[in-house]
């Protein structure tokens, strides 16, 4: 069964930064795509950043040069760094994952495997 479990989230101070961390348990994909989401109140959730097992990355357009998305594959753990962060990034962020893609993209609709969030807020 395949767990996955987010922290690293806090309260931020605009121009600050957080890393976020994904530990990934009974995931036995050699071909994957890991991904991080977040979904603000009142708006739906929307794809952030991706890596696929090659080590392909993809951002939205929003968080490129500002985000990067990594692994350790040897931890299986994933992670979102996050550098000057804006109030509008405020949002539950969350680790998805899928295996056997053949295209790692940010559609939430293609990741079966979902943690439970941490909270983001970052303060004007």
């Known amino acids: 069964q395949v767990q996955l479990v987010e922290s690293g989230g806090g309260s931020v101070q605009a121009g600050g930064s957080l890393r976020l961390s994904c530990a990934a348990s009974g995931y036995t994909y050699s071909s994957y795509c890991m991904g991080w989401f977040r979904q603000a109140p009142g708006k739906e959730r929307e794809g952030v950043a991706a890596i696929d097992s090659d080590g392909m990355t993809i951002y939205a357009d929003s968080v490129k040069g500002r985000f990067t998305i990594s692994q350790d594959n040897a931890k299986n753990t994933l992670y979102l760094q996050m550098n000057s962060l804006k109030p509008e990034d405020t949002a539950m962020y969350y680790c998805?994952?899928?295996?056997?893609?053949?295209?790692?993209?940010?559609?939430?609709?293609?990741?079966?495997?979902w943690g439970q969030g941490t909270q983001v807020t970052v303060s004007s």
């Open positions: 998805a994952a899928e295996g056997g893609l053949g295209l790692c993209v940010l559609v939430e609709g293609l990741f079966g495997y």
